[in-house]
């Protein structure tokens, strides 16, 4: 079916059996820079699931440039437990390469025993909140040394090739890059000094590797960094590499610094597939495009149109390790899906906490979390079919249970309905598409339009429910709440209504922000409309940001907090604040919001009272969990458990791992 997808590639003489790689990616399963079972479980489920490449790291070549944190192969002493990882990947048939990397700059001091980093320059990062020392010839050539030492331990270990970091803001960005490179000697200025670095150092990697192993660069395809190197300076970047004797060039987007998302649903689906494609034209080795690259579809037509010779799949694989065998075999649709939340990879590294996957309950936790065949199975009834829901079942019905889902709404998905909503948000659908997949694929009965009480329950007489009656929407207690003409985000967000032209919210957490975005965005143009205007030149540049950004309604958020958005992930907040920007959101801190009346918002500011009036008023307040059934059942002795909000609200991977375990724990006494 993906005919390219699945055909053989060489990259030097090593044949890989097709063009899916799994890329470097941080996981963080130890504190100690060393490998143990968490990685060992984590990297055999990738090779089982049908990846042709799998590259392990980052993976230091010192202490000051990697710290206490990431995995490291400074000293001989790692060798063993790397040959183990090796064996592990190269059983169930991938192939396995080692990325090796040094922050410079980016190196946090508290990560390397207070010890101030080294950098080509001495310039404050950002990244890292420091100012690196710079770098003395003698470091230059010793940190060259350690890259190919640990080059040479990677072979010994069992590697079958190697991949030098050259983006994300790393050591070697770091000296191409002219805003942080403000060296006087032969290693800056021009740009054949700046590059003098990463151009020696694969000169020296491939002297001391040989001309027949695997050699492979990442980089960066633009910086996104304003004064920094474009996709017009990468290509000849890129044919440096070439010329030193890299066998193919892995692309990705810009740094950790970037204003440019390069990560979450903002970025649209292989997005920066042109910055591959613009290293293609310029070499003659093997390409490798990255970044938001989902289905199967979309990987085989960025390899069919030209694009580049393989395809990254990181938080892809993340998502659903089997991706590979499932697209091979015809069984796309059961695809566990990225919906690119980064709230279980991105915004876990930058919290310095282990990876682990909204969506997907056993990533991270592959030793411990099989599901096994029951040898007692159970009639389960699964009462709400929201993500707990759906996953509880599902679960129960690998586990060989016999199960039933009640929802009492029109169709399954639960709040993730409302969730997939707001702009940029409609991939969280994809969870429905797996869920109903998996349903079929289980043969598992699911009744809509079921309201279930006591006697229903007693009717059914299951050996076990799960109960997933999910959460309602808060009130406050202020005046003019309980008013029907106030509305809930929920109520907003899943039926669209009509709005005026002045909108409040009250509150500014996650909800009340995206609630916001979603109203603001009401009236502006689609990007099909967008990209009309465009090709035909009918409005002016400055006209056609107007219109992507300005609608029917003026939003006004208000938050008693002196800060908004406290439940929004690292990675992810800045981008939704950005974006409320651009739409022209008023956002109002500290202000306590005393009553509403006719749409007359009445709040109290540094000890001022103030009013104003809208034409719709927008409750985003919180919600609490709905525990009808789950209170009565407790006096009847039935064996249930409670999952989901209705334990207490929470994020989606709340409701999805707890839906998990408790089908996992059926058996449990």
Not at 279 to 301: D, F, G
Request: glycine share 8%; with cysteine.
């Amino acid at each position: 079916m993906y005919n390219y997808l699945f055909s053989p590639i060489k990259i030097n003489r090593l044949e890989i059996k097709n063009r899916i790689a799994y890329p470097s990616l941080g996981l963080l399963y130890s504190y100690d820079s060393k490998l143990n079972d968490r990685y060992y479980n984590y990297f055999k489920e990738r090779a089982l699931g049908g990846a042709g490449l799998i590259t392990v790291g980052p993976v230091g070549v010192d202490f000051l440039g990697s710290g206490i944190l990431a995995l490291s192969l400074a000293n001989d002493d790692a060798i063993p437990s790397f040959q183990k990882l090796t064996g592990i990947i190269k059983a169930k048939g991938a192939k396995v390469w080692i990325q090796l990397f040094h922050a410079g700059a980016y190196s946090h001091p508290f990560l390397i025993d207070n010890q101030t980093p080294i950098a080509p320059s001495a310039l404050y990062s950002k990244y890292s909140r420091t100012t690196p020392k710079e770098m003395t010839l003698d470091d230059i050539k010793q940190v060259q040394k350690s890259f190919v030492k640990a080059a040479l331990r990677a072979r010994k270990a069992g590697f079958d090739g190697v991949e030098i970091i050259a983006s994300a803001g790393y050591l070697i960005n770091q000296f191409l890059s002219p805003l942080k490179n403000k060296r006087t000697d032969e290693y800056g200025g021009s740009f054949e000094n700046r590059i003098r670095f990463p151009k020696e150092l694969l000169e020296m990697l491939r002297e001391s590797l040989g001309s027949d192993y695997p050699l492979t660069v990442r980089m960066a395809g633009n910086d996104f960094v304003p004064g920094s190197n474009t996709d017009a300076e990468s290509p000849g970047i890129a044919k440096v590499y070439e010329k030193a004797g890299v066998d193919a060039i892995n692309v990705t987007g810009g740094w950790h610094e970037s204003r440019t998302p390069q990560l979450p649903m903002d970025l649209p689906k292989s997005a920066y597939a042109f910055l591959a494609l613009n290293i293609k034209k310029a070499v003659s080795v093997p390409v490798i495009a990255s970044n938001r690259i989902s289905t199967p579809e979309m990987a085989e037509k960025i390899l069919s149109d030209g694009y580049a010779d393989m395809v990254n799949l990181g938080r892809v694989l993340i998502a659903d390790p089997y991706w590979p065998k499932k697209a091979f075999e015809g069984r796309a649709d059961e695809i566990r899906p990225c919906v690119a939340c980064s709230q279980g990879c991105t915004d876990e590294i930058f919290s310095g906490r282990p990876v682990f996957c909204i969506g997907n309950p056993r990533a991270g936790y592959e030793g411990d979390r099989e599901i096994e065949k029951t040898d007692f199975p159970k009639r389960v009834m699964v009462v709400g079919a929201g993500p707990a829901g759906l996953e509880a079942a599902i679960t129960a019905a690998m586990a060989g249970h016999h199960v039933e889902i009640f929802e009492k709404e029109k169709a399954i998905g639960g709040q993730l309905i409302i969730a997939a909503a707001p702009p940029n948000k409609q991939e969280l659908l994809e969870f429905i598409r797996y869920y109903r997949a998996i349903l079929h694929k289980y043969e598992i009965p699911f009744f809509l339009n079921t309201e279930v009480d006591m006697d229903f329950i007693k009717k059914k007489n299951p050996d076990f429910v799960i109960i997933a009656e999910g959460a309602e929407a808060i009130i406050p207690s202020f005046e003019g709440a309980a008013n029907v003409s106030v509305m809930s985000a929920w109520k907003v967000l899943k039926e669209n209504p009509l709005l005026g032209r002045e909108v409040a919210i009250i509150g500014g957490g996650s909800v009340g922000l995206e609630t916001a975005l979603f109203v603001a965005a009401k009236g502006t143009i689609s990007p099909e409309i967008l990209h009309f205007l465009f090709t035909y030149k009918a409005e002016s540049i400055e006209r056609l940001r107007e219109l992507m950004f300005k609608g029917s309604c003026q939003v006004t958020v208000y938050e008693m907090l002196p800060k908004v958005g406290i439940d929004v992930g690292k990675s992810t907040k800045w981008v939704l604040l950005d974006n409320l920007k651009r739409y022209g959101v008023k956002i109002k801190t500290g202000a306590t919001v005393t009553s509403i009346k006719d749409g007359v918002v009445v709040f109290e500011k540094d000890g001022i009272k103030n009013k104003k009036q809208f034409d719709n008023v927008i409750l985003a307040s919180g919600s609490k969990p709905v525990q009808r059934l789950s209170t009565a059942i407790k006096k009847m002795g039935i064996p249930f458990a409670a999952i989901g909000d209705c334990i207490k609200p929470g994020k989606i991977d709340t409701a999805i791992h707890g839906g998990f375990l408790a089908a996992m724990n059926i058996d449990t006494p």
